[in-house]
């Protein structure tokens, strides 16, 4: 069974900085591509950056240059470093890992994406 595990949000004000950590169990975690996504108060949950399993790497225009995102597959670990944070970034913040099917493709399909608990962020002005 995979878990994801997020850790390390909290309240900041703006212009600090936080890093969110996300421990997965489970599953072969270096073939996965990995996520973060966030979902503020009455709005859609929206990705905010990826990390593929050869370590590309692609982020919302509104956190690039802002937030950085880092896997360790030794430690089965990934990492979204977020500075320069802002209130708008306000949410909580999911850690996702996407296996691939049998046919080694990477479908959005429930069979093979998996979701943390989520962690609130909460950036003051």
């Known amino acids: 069974q995979v878990q994801l595990v997020e850790s390390g949000g909290g309240l900041v004000q703006a212009g600090g900085s936080l890093r969110l950590s996300c421990a997965a169990s489970?599953?072969?975690?270096?073939?996965?591509?990995m996520a973060w996504y966030r979902q503020a108060p009455g709005k859609q949950r929206d990705l905010v950056a990826a990390?593929?399993?050869?370590?590309?790497?692609n982020y919302a225009d509104s956190v690039k240059g802002r937030f950085t995102i880092s896997r360790d597959n030794a430690k089965n670990m990934v990492y979204l470093q977020m500075n320069s944070l802002k209130p708008e970034d306000t949410a909580i913040y999911y850690c996702?890992?996407?296996?691939?099917?049998?046919?080694?493709?990477?479908?959005?399909?429930?069979?093979?994406?998996?979701w943390g608990q989520g962690t609130q962020v909460t950036v003051s002005s």
């Open positions: 489970g599953t072969d975690f270096s073939v996965n591509h």
């Open positions: 990390i593929t399993s050869g370590g590309n790497t």
């Open positions: 996702n890992a996407r296996a691939p099917s049998p046919g080694m493709l990477y479908l959005s399909d429930p069979r093979y994406d998996f």
